[in-house]
């Protein structure tokens, strides 16, 4: 099924005829993204396997600059390109004038574990035995339903061509596998994990028992007392939070526009000074690594807050021009709240792989004890509707455990959590070990987190 | 059998020209369509959906007055959606060159991959396969604005807001979109729908000191440009600048458990989560539900009425047909307090032996239908603003979404208010911020004391689902809680 996808030189000299009809067409400097990308994926509900599905989509988008302004345009047909160069070119005249250029070639760097050709080799057969396979280890638990959960891989492949010689491209895989479980009794407590990886490493099994002990774990919950507290995020119920709160702070554009929390803080101290906070795009085995980013400049490591010092902010090329910085390697193409990569889109500035550490790291059972008295949440319900700008927040968890004593003691009723992100992180008591993948929901950022403990959040 | 209005096809489509594409979306006829059902049926598929889509039309975004972003596109891409060996098969694909009998193999190959698989064999209610055609034709089709005029509406917003003190800074963006989608299914479903949305959003940040906060409306609809005669989004825009700078500086929002006024914005969003989602068929008949078995069963006082109508003229969530060619109707979810409907596509309501009631949407052709709500609503009440706020001592007035999120099998919901404003003996007193609601879905529908009288359909919003992002639209009058979880900092 994924080998539907076209080999990445077909896609680079698909790129390179658009570049070419751009200029032909009469821009002064075109630059072309052709994306293709193939998944396959099975799915369970309620105890039985509903099916497979498979998708491809391919799309190409043209960016040109005619007197120095840039416009935009994309099209799913490679038949229409010139028509696409047309309109991408009619749209530069709105635009300001500016200084953008686009690259010429080079040698982007090596990013290890993002390509399993294992993953290509996989059949429909084969995902639905591993889904059988989590679904019995979810039966051996009599009183539990898998409600819903499946697995599923995929390829993906993009080239960017420049009329200044850039001819480059970039390929990955992904897999993953999910699992939520309920009681059959419809005790109102739940369970859920899941397992992302580049490579076909995944643990299915680990996901499905992961998934049924917490809910086992949760039933019968008992009220939390509201109060003033720590709380220990896990990394799924953290990752929201960072994607929209954390990570828009981040961006260069927001930062020197006066937008962010972070406005006027470079180099000063904005989190407790054992915390790190890096967007690394050639993390290996990163969810969103790739050796480019969406407009073909090589990905790095950035510190973002380094030791508790906001370090860099993140900029993509136009942002980074506007603002008298370097691109960081954040140019991303998505559309609004969209999680995948979209050639739908000109680039703009994205986090890449959120990395989050600490000079406080230790084992879970430790740091409860560093806790001492507060509670843990494995998931979060509506960091969306935090006020990014302030970075106030105020959400709802429902996989909650009291810790009392430094343990954990029992399941707590679900339990409404506010305060100030940023300010938060200077609470810091201290992170899991072993951080997880995780993929952004409303967005393409990912995450590689570990548990992090934050004192003083108003819990009600 | 349903049939609908059916338009000269040709006509309709020379219609579609717009002064930035050229050429016109190509006259296309059905073959494709036709040979990919005919393959599927040869391949032995119990049911076969086949729909292909193609979207048009123009994104803009102006930041502090100067052009981000001006993007055009077009896009066609079709999927095959099978039932083979009583499983589901389903493929996409974009690259069209070759049709989709190639679909329709790997769609069938997929299905059958899981026959052997644990769990009942999946069925489809095949009844009432719609056949016809409905355009929506708007008034002034966004496809002939200039692009240069959309540009231009977007800075005179710009403007307006900018001169506002502390706005810090402030983007807008335009988007309007085509969408056709042609379905034809074993059943006998032949559907062709166009359907044309525009829309604007803005997002304020104001600063004062190290204080900022930030503030987002939206104005859209399934219209065209006519939609800004109905409501002019620089005064909108001005609004919401005022709105941000009375709330900067303003004390947190109190904590705990009070009586809580929404605006019908917040009304909308609170059914949207609160009941909405719970009362989707797929949820539904997969147990996943704490609404699952309930239908009627009294969930909310009498004067409670929650409708989701794709047919509302005009509005942001409202479709033609549902995407599994089904007619679409209003749906009645509570009458006077009590369950009467779920949201059913053709798969879940056999699955409950009710009949489908055109409910199945999706994103686009990349993916399956799911059941979905359109635009939710709480009917009108009686009571007036006044009245409800007069009742109260001590409670908080919510105005404006910042949307929401629920767990339909724990029942637990959460939704973010833009502002709030705290009620002291029955008056509006201060401005407060960083306000959310969380609750118990079954808890929070049963403790509504008051529905207003002043019924309005909300701002156009997305809603989220397993991956899958649609156009909806929520509304309400002003409602009372008269008990519920606040969540705040002070």
Redesign the interface.
């Known amino acids: ?1 994924l080998d ?1 996808v076209l080999p990445l030189e077909e896609l680079k000299a698909m790129a390179c005829r658009a570049v070419e009809i751009a200029t032909k067409k009469g821009a002064d400097q075109a630059e072309a993204f052709v994306s293709m990308d193939a998944s396959l994926s ?1 799915g ?16 190409m988008g043209i960016r040109v600059i005619k007197d120095r302004r ?8 490679e038949s ?1 390109l010139p ?2 160069a047309e ?2 070119i ?2 530069a005249r ?3 004038p500016g200084d953008l250029e686009f690259p010429g070639d080079h040698t982007p760097p090596v990013v290890e574990r993002i390509f399993d050709p294992q993953i290509l080799n996989t ?3 084969t ?2 035995e591993w ?2 396979d989590m ?1 019995a280890v979810v039966k051996g638990h009599e009183e539990l ?1 898998a ?2 959960g499946g697995v599923g891989c995929g390829l993906d492949r993009f080239a960017v061509a420049t009329s200044n010689g850039m001819d480059l491209g970039a390929e990955g895989t992904d897999s993953g596998g999910g699992m ?1 479980t ?1 009681f059959q009794d ?1 005790a ?3 369970g859920f994990h899941f397992a992302e990886s580049r490579m076909a490493d995944i643990d299915l099994l680990g996901t499905a028992e992961k998934a049924s002990k917490m809910a086992l774990d949760s039933r019968n919950p008992s009220t939390v007392e ?1 109060g003033l507290m720590p709380v220990v995020f896990m990394p799924h119920a953290f990752s929201s939070m960072m994607e929209f709160i954390l990570a828009p702070a981040f961006y260069g554009d927001k930062v020197k ?5 972070y ?1 006027g803080r470079e180099g000063m101290e904005v989190a407790s000074p054992e915390l790190d906070v890096f967007d690394d795009a050639l993390l290996p085995d990163g969810l969103n690594s790739a050796p480019i980013d969406d407009e073909g400049v090589p990905s790095k490591k950035v510190p973002i807050i380094e030791n508790g010092i906001f370090f860099n902010p993140l900029y993509d090329r136009s942002s980074g021009l506007e603002h008298g910085a370097e691109t960081t390697g954040n140019g991303i193409r998505c559309l609004r ?3 995948s990569r979209s050639f ?3 680039p ?1 500035v994205k986090a890449r792989n959120l990395v989050m550490g600490s000079g406080l790291t230790m084992p879970l059972d430790e740091l409860l004890k560093e806790v001492k008295k507060g509670i843990l949440v494995h ?1 979060i ?2 960091a ?7 970075g ?5 968890s ?1 996989v909650v455990f009291k810790i009392e004593r430094g343990e954990i003691t029992g399941p707590g009723k ?1 339990v ?5 992100l940023p300010d938060a992180l200077r609470e810091l008591i201290g992170t899991g070990e072993r951080p997880l993948n995780v993929s952004g ?2 967005s393409p950022v990912s995450f590689r987190l570990p548990s992090i403990a934050l004192d003083k959040i ?1 819990v ?1 | 059998m349903y049939r609908v209005e059916v338009k000269d096809w040709d006509a309709i489509v020379e219609g579609a020209q717009s002064p ?4 016109p979306m190509p006259l296309r006829g059905r073959e494709m369509e036709e040979k990919a059902l005919k393959e599927a049926a040869r391949l032995g598929a119990s049911y076969a959906e086949i729909r292909v889509e193609e979207r048009w039309g123009d994104a ?1 975004e102006v930041k ?1 007055g ?2 981000e ?9 079709g999927s095959v959606r099978v039932l083979a060996d009583g ?11 070759n049709g989709l009998v190639g679909a329709v193999e ?1 769609a069938i ?3 059958r ?2 026959a ?5 064999t ?1 069925e489809v209610d095949e009844r009432n396969p719609a056949v016809g055609k409905i355009i929506w034709k708007v008034e002034k089709s966004p496809h002939d604005t200039s ?2 005029e959309k ?1 231009r509406l977007l800075v005179e917003i710009n403007r307006a807001v900018m001169e506002k003190e502390h706005i ?2 402030v983007t807008t963006s335009y988007t309007d979109g085509t969408r056709s989608v042609r379905i034809l299914s074993s059943n006998g479903a032949e559907a062709y729908s166009e359907e044309t949305r525009t829309v604007v959003q803005g997002v304020l ?1 104001a ?1 004062d000191g190290s ?4 503030y987002r409306f939206r104005i859209g609809g399934t219209r065209g440009f006519e939609i800004f005669d109905k409501e002019d989004p620089v005064e909108k825009g001005i609004e919401a600048a005022e709105a941000v700078v009375r709330i900067l500086g303003a004390p ?2 109190p ?2 458990k009070f009586p809580v006024i929404t605006d019908p914005d917040l009304a909308g969003v609170f059914v949207h989560e609160a009941l909405g989602h719970a009362v989707e068929g ?1 949820t539904i ?4 539900s ?1 609404l ?1 078995g309930k239908l009627g069963e009294r969930l909310a006082p009498e004067n409670v009425s929650v409708y989701d109508d794709p047919t509302h003229k005009g509005a942001f969530g409202s479709y033609p047909f549902d995407q599994e060619a089904t007619p679409t109707r209003k749906k009645t979810i509570i009458e006077r307090g009590v369950l009467t409907e779920y949201l059913l596509d053709r798969e879940s309501s056999l699955r409950l032996g009710l009949e489908p009631n055109g409910s199945a949407r999706a994103e686009d052709y ?3 239908p799911q059941s979905r709500m359109s635009n939710t609503y709480i009917g009108q009440g009686d009571m007036s603003f006044e009245d409800m706020v007069s009742g109260i001592k001590l409670g908080i007035y919510a105005k404006g979404t ?6 339909p ?8 208010a833009q502002e709030a404003f705290l009620i002291e003996k029955g008056e509006v007193t201060k401005t407060l ?4 609601l ?1 609750g ?1 879905i079954l808890d929070t529908l049963k403790s509504i004391d008051a529905v207003g009288n002043d019924l309005r359909l909300g701002d156009p919003g ?1 809603c ?1 689902k397993g ?1 899958q ?1 649609v156009p909806v639209g929520d509304g309400g009058p002003h409602i009372r809680i008269h008990m519920a ?5 002070g």
């Not at chain 1, 840039?70 to 047909?77: H, K, Q």
């Not at chain 2, 972003?69 to 891409?77: N, P, T």
């Not at chain 2, 099998?409 to 973010?416: D, I, L, P, S």
């Not at chain 2, 911020?433 to 959310?436: A, F, G, I, P």
Request: charged share 20%.
């Open positions: 099924m539907q099975c369970l509900e309620k105890d039985a396997i509903k099916g497979v599905g498979t998708s491809v989509s391919m799309g840039l416009g935009f345009s994309y099209a799913t047909e229409s028509e696409t309109q991408a009619k749209l709105l635009s300001p059949t429909p057969s995902l639905v889904v059988k679904l339903v409600l819903e939520y309920m419809l109102p407590s739940t509201p526009r006066g937008e962010s929390v406005s709240w969209s999680s739908k889109s000109p703009g998931d319900l509506g969306h509707t935090a006020n990014p700008a302030s106030d927040f105020s959400v709802n429902s679900q409404m959590l506010s305060g100030n929901g409303l108003v009600t | 930035i594409t050229p050429t803009l502090d100067e052009l972003k001006a993007v055009h596109g077009r896009e066609r891409g499983r589901w098969g389903f493929a996409s694909t974009n690259r069209l060159e790997t190959k997929l299905a991959s899981s052997s698989a644990p769990g009942d999946v692009v240069e540009h810090q800074s940040v600063r204080d900022i906060l930030g947190p929002c904590a705990g797929d008949a997969a147990g996943g704490v699952s990349s993916s399956a910042r949307g929401g999120q629920v767990d099998a724990k029942g637990t919901f959460q939704f973010g911020r960083d306000m959310s969380s118990n997305f989220g991956g992002l979880t606040v969540g705040g900092r």
